[in-house]
């Protein structure tokens, strides 16, 4: 097995055969969940990130680790140039005669009338890889998967993107038999289910059960409509039929609810027998309804009635907060330390992995690239925000000699939507700290001009995160903080807020820039969150 390390949770999360969610906290959406004996495995998107599909491990489905990332080589990925929110969209992970198999899609762009979503397959031995290079499967739609019937073939499906006028974008989900052998599709696609009367189909999941070919997609979008539908057909071809209580899933309507756009769901069976499934949620800022940590995932059990058909155990289809755990042996992870070293698994740069990244267990070393708002190469290194009330701090080393050269800690959420504090040169002042807000690509310096003048030697950058509100703060010994004036607004770094589409979450970010070519370095030697 890779080295592994917990997920971010709180002391007192756990309690005696319940669940509780979100399971993965913060940035972490469209699960996609896989048992292999006694193990189970839960992919989900990273967009522009990289390295790119988070992997998560459990043994009891209450406690997970962050495992490994899937595509974590050039080789299998480079997002180089791609728009924020474009990249790796709805990995679908699965596992059949030892192999295991993960479907993709790279995004290229996703704004205009058209979409260019080239979807890929991978194969691996092991859930730590070596992943076999990417495999072009087509480019119809987003959000593929892979069916493995028990007589041996193997389906692809995914949604397919209408871009003609007068039609609704969401066309269906097509199926297509696959041959790997061949490593080709065969046979024209046939389109199974125009989705239910909540339309917006998408994210496919094939089950098989009782003679039953059981259809699970998402629906209604990834905001506040949200949902997960079923369907059934005794033919993987279809006709579909759509379940009589649907949706199994959502939150829509339901202000009062914790967890809200719940959606986007896969199932598993345990070694018991019991079911349950994963899916995607958001947790709303209180009194807002946008959700800086992102899309997150959540789970619920889940059981099949004497009709054959689905349901959430319990009296309705809303997402709940507690969940009655299965019947197996408790399998806890050791914590995350606030300090995790800058060689983990729970960093990630944005797009590739930059040369101008250097990573050491007891220090990054970033030497400065381009600006915040680029979609090339960046000097970052970040952690996603799995908190609304977070107290990040960092110690940094970074002798600039021009205003074009700047380094700093940021809380990002993509190109355009950002704060970033940051210390740079002015030519009369000396080593100042500068505060530069992006508001849907709308750029705002509250400190004005002149900014903070800071001493020489390292200095101490503090982010402090309570729910909508966002300080930041500076201080020379690493105790007497000062404050940087005025608040900001963390509750913009979400996918509800601006005019472009946005389907990640909050990073909180360590970055270095160097407009004047010079690649001046920037030292951080650690970051501590709280």
Known sequence: MASVSSTVTD?????????????????????????????????????????????????????????????????????????????????ALSHHDGKFYLCYTVV????????????????????????????????????????????????????????????????????QEIDFEQGKLLGSPENIFKGSSIGLTEGPHIYKRNGWYYLLTAEGGTEYGHAASLARSKSIRGPYDVHPANPVITSSGRNELALQRAGHASLVETQNGQWYMPHLVGRPLPGTQRCNLGRETAIQKVEWRDDDWLYLVGDDNAPKVSVAAPDL?????????????????????????SRSVVREPEKVTLYGMESLESCFEQAMLARRLTNQKTVATTKLAFEPQSFQQMAGIAAYYNN??????????????????????????????????????????????????????????????????????????????????????????????????????????????????K
């Not at 005696?16 to 906290?25: M, S, T």
């Not at 087509?138 to 995914?158: A, I, Q, T």
């Not at 995790?340 to 590739?352: E, G, K, Q």
């Open 11 to 91: 002391g007192d999360q756990f309690m005696a055969g319940v669940i509780k969610n979100p399971i993965l906290p913060g940035f972490n959406p469209d699960p996609s969940i896989c048992r292999v004996g006694d193990d189970y495995y839960i992919a989900t998107s990273t967009f522009e990130w990289f390295p790119g599909v988070q992997i998560h491990h459990s043994r009891d489905l209450v406690h997970w680790q962050l495992l490994t990332h899937a595509l974590k080589e050039t080789r299998l990925l480079n997002l180089k140039g791609v728009p924020s929110s474009g990249g790796v969209w709805a990995p």
């Open 108 to 175: 290229h762009q996703l704004q205009s009338v058209t979409k260019d979503t080239p979807n890929y397959i991978i194969t691996s031995d092991s859930i730590d890889g070596p992943w076999s290079d990417p495999v072009y499967v087509n480019s119809s739609g987003f959000d593929p998967s892979l069916f493995h019937d028990d007589d041996g073939r193997k389906y692809w499906l995914n949604m397919v993107w209408d871009h003609r006028p007068d039609r609704h974008p969401f066309y269906g989900i097509a199926l």
């Open 329 to 353: 042996p408790a399998c806890p992870w050791p914590e995350l330390p606030n300090k995790l070293p800058f060689d983990s698994i729970h960093y990630a740069t944005p797009r590739i992995p």
């Open 416 to 529: 355009y939507l950002f704060h970033y504090l940051y210390l740079s040169h002015d030519e009369f002042d000396g080593r100042c700290l500068h505060v530069h807000s992006c508001d849907d690509g709308q750029s705002t310096f509250p400190l004005g001009s002149d900014g903070i003048r800071v001493p020489d030697g390292e200095i101490f950058l503090r982010a402090t995160f309570d729910n909508a509100r966002l300080d930041f703060s500076w201080c020379e010994d690493g105790e007497n903080f000062r404050p940087i004036l005025p608040e900001l607004d963390a509750s913009l770094l979400s996918d509800e807020h601006g005019t472009r589409w946005g389907f990640t979450g909050t990073f909180i970010a360590l970055a270095c820039q160097d407009l004047t070519g010079a690649r001046r370095p920037a030292e951080f030697s650690f970051l501590e969150i």
